[in-house]
């Protein structure tokens, strides 16, 4: 969804607002508790709203408004349609307004559970956290969440704006309660700076100038207070470059490009390549079309090496004397997003910075309980969830943690097969298990392996549901093969779970590590020389793509063994969907637990409508063809 981006101020006024000192921050808290009514109010009552925009703000009142004909000030700031309409705020809008002492960057966060990500988005960048709180319904879920979403992105300064005091009658100690309970929140997820003030936004109290309603509150005024308020702004004084773009327009030029994310840099530093740790001096600092003596943090540029070393996009070139850590494996908090479940072992994209990279969750530590902030044992998160993460990588990468450089430090996971945001996180540490784990270089590789054996090493991958017919064919296969002299070996799902996978249950979460254990077999059976069959369900297609990229597309081949479910329950003769059926086997595929057909197999074999003997004959031609 597009991001609502409009600048409310005239372009001539924000010019003169470049030299002020700028504060971003992010509006949030739980849904309908006025947050896009206070922002649009505040504009309002701070002249900073141009006369033509509050007209057709009056006229929008009459068609969407939800104020019964008066003004309604949220329409300042809902751009979307649906918005509008709803009378909700679905993406982050972002508003840039300024007054003679500030200039504000305002994110305008969503309240509504299913648009937790877009608030996520709003807070990664935020300076201080504004968060909103119904004076009537007082502290809920979503406003101890979107805190707890605000303390994981680092931030040390939260306002809680204690909003419609009018509908309490503007009663002293229903706020001050409201105020204990929300500065305990903020202190008890580490939130040092935490503040309120009560307002009403409909009636602009406490807005501008302190109201004659509350004679008992003597702080600031919320403008007065964004003005003012001091929030902590760390500074990284040691030069990074995240590497986004190799320039070669031709063979008498190589720069890196991108934008510094700390630091300073200029001609004849010396830097160090992360995460290969090679050294090198900067020949050439340009910016635009011209060299530059130097540039610092936020510019854009492109640097030159005095050496030809390999740099690829994702590296850091950095200052060798304060260099970023370098590992693999990390310790993480992560915010999961998506309507699908987070399961340790199953395989995602990594977005760090400028680099992408495979990784995977390997074990959730716990999740948080939004209520109590409670750490809560968990084998999955859905969405909306904040866990305590370990996560492995493909390969090392150059990080600083997350509380040090939000640029190194915090990454998006993505999902492999639709490139959605799934989740978002920030890095606490690296974890040093592979530190001293080496791979080993042997004389005798893969390919001299299959050299003696005479074929080439590949991975025929069974799937379907249980009854179709998986291992029949491919035990028909192996006979086949074994019969003209290739060298094999079958995995069978049944049999490995006998041994290897014996400890592995039929959760979802036990599934996709009983196939990740298995696709790291077949790979070396593969390194060993020969041709691996695998017979499982293997019902996620993730895990299913997770085995393809491991193995690699030239040595793997998904088999679809295909057939009804009804023809699979008449072929039941363990009993197994007859036991299911009567509930004595929970999470069976088919009937407790999805089954997710491939979508483009190299082989579909339909073993309703054709013998297995036939289907193992066309899988045996398509390999030695």
């Known amino acids: ?16 607002l470049e030299n002020r000192d700028t504060l971003r921050f992010a509006m949030c808290g739980s849904v309908d508790d006025g947050k896009s009514t206070l922002l649009g109010r505040l504009l309002a009552e701070s002249g900073v709203v141009p006369d033509d925009r509050l007209a057709q703000m009056i006229r929008d009142s ?23 309409e709803q009378g909700i705020t679905i993406d982050v809008a972002w508003r840039y307004f300024g007054t003679d002492k500030r200039a504000f960057i305002v994110a305008d966060c969503p309240g509504h559970a299913q648009y937790t990500r877009n608030m996520a988005s709003g807070a990664s960048s935020a300076e201080l956290g504004v968060v909103l709180v119904d004076a009537r319904a007082g502290v809920q879920t979503q406003t101890r969440r979107h805190t707890a979403i605000l303390a994981m ?77 001091q929030v902590e702004r760390k500074v990284e004084e040691a030069f990074s470059l995240p590497v986004q773009w190799v320039n070669r327009p031709d063979h008498k030029f190589r720069g890196y490009a991108g934008f510094i994310a700390g630091g300073r840099v200029a001609p004849g530093n010396e830097v160090v390549v992360l995460p290969s740790g090679r050294l090198s001096r900067i020949a050439k600092v340009i910016g635009g079309d011209r060299e530059l003596e130097s540039a610092e943090a936020g510019q854009a540029v492109t640097v030159t090496l005095t050496d030809q070393i390999d740099v690829a996009r994702g590296d850091v070139i950095a200052d060798p004397a304060l260099p970023p850590e370098v590992a693999a494996q990390f310790a993480c908090h992560l915010l999961w997003l998506d309507d699908s479940t987070l399961l340790p072992g199953r395989r995602y994209l990594m977005k760090l910075a400028t680099r992408v990279i495979g990784a995977q969750v390997t074990e959730i530590k716990h999740r948080v309980d939004p209520d109590t902030q409670a750490h809560l044992a968990a084998t999955r998160l859905v969405a909306n969830e904040i866990g305590y993460c370990n996560l492995s990588l493909d390969a090392e990468i150059a990080y600083r943690p997350y509380k040090e450089d939000r640029r190194l430090g915090g990454f998006i996971l993505i999902d492999r097969e639709s490139n959605a945001t799934v989740g978002c996180g920030t890095l606490d540490f690296g974890l040093r298990r592979d530190s001293n784990v080496h791979w080993q270089q042997l004389d005798v590789d893969r390919e001299a392996r299959a050299k003696v054996k005479g074929q080439a090493p590949r991975c025929l991958w069974f799937t379907g549901l249980s009854g179709a017919g998986k291992s029949t064919i491919a035990n028909l296969v192996e006979r086949r093969l074994l019969a003209d002299g290739f060298h094999t070996i079958l995995l069978d799902g049944d049999n490995v779970r006998h041994g290897l996978n014996r400890d592995l ?10 196939i990740r254990r298995v696709a790291e077999v077949a790979k070396l059976m593969m390194d060993a ?20 990229d491991l193995i690699g597309e030239g040595g793997f081949m998904e088999v679809f063994v295909d057939a009804p479910l009804a023809v699979c329950e008449g072929r039941d003769v363990k009993g197994l969907y007859a036991k299911a059926r009567a509930g004595k086997i929970e999470n069976f ?3 407790g637990s999805p089954y997710e057909a491939p979508e483009s197999p190299e082989v579909h074999l339909h073993s309703d409508q054709e013998s297995a003997a036939d289907s193992a004959t066309r899988v045996v031609k398509l390999l030695v063809s």
Not at 1 to 16: D, G, K, Q, S, T
Not at 62 to 84: I, N, S, V
Not at 209 to 218: E, K, V
Request: aromatic share 8%; charged share 20%.
């Open 62 to 84: 009459r068609k969407h408004g939800t104020c019964g004909g008066a003004p309604d000030y949220a329409l300042l700031l809902d751009g979307l349609e649906a918005e509008r």
């Open 589 to 591: 595929t088919g009937i």
């Open 529 to 548: 020389g020969l041709i691996v069959l695998v017979s499982f369900i293997s019902p996620f297609r993730a895990e299913r793509q997770m085995a393809r």
């Open 1 to 16: 969804m597009a991001v609502a981006n409009e600048i409310i101020l005239p372009a001539a006024r924000l010019a003169a």
């Open 505 to 514: 249950g039929f959760t979802d979460a036990d599934r996709v590590e009983n």
């Open 153 to 229: 992105f680092g931030l040390r300064h939260v306002l809680f704006a204690v909003n419609k005091l009018d509908l309490i009658d503007y009663n002293h100690a229903r706020y001050h309660a409201i105020e204990q309970e929300c500065v305990k929140l903020a202190h008890d997820l580490g939130i040092a700076g935490a503040d309120a003030i009560p307002v009403s936004a409909i009636n602009a109290d406490n807005l501008v100038t302190r109201s004659a309603n509350t004679p008992w509150y003597t702080g600031k005024p919320l403008l007065e207070y964004l003005e003012t308020v």
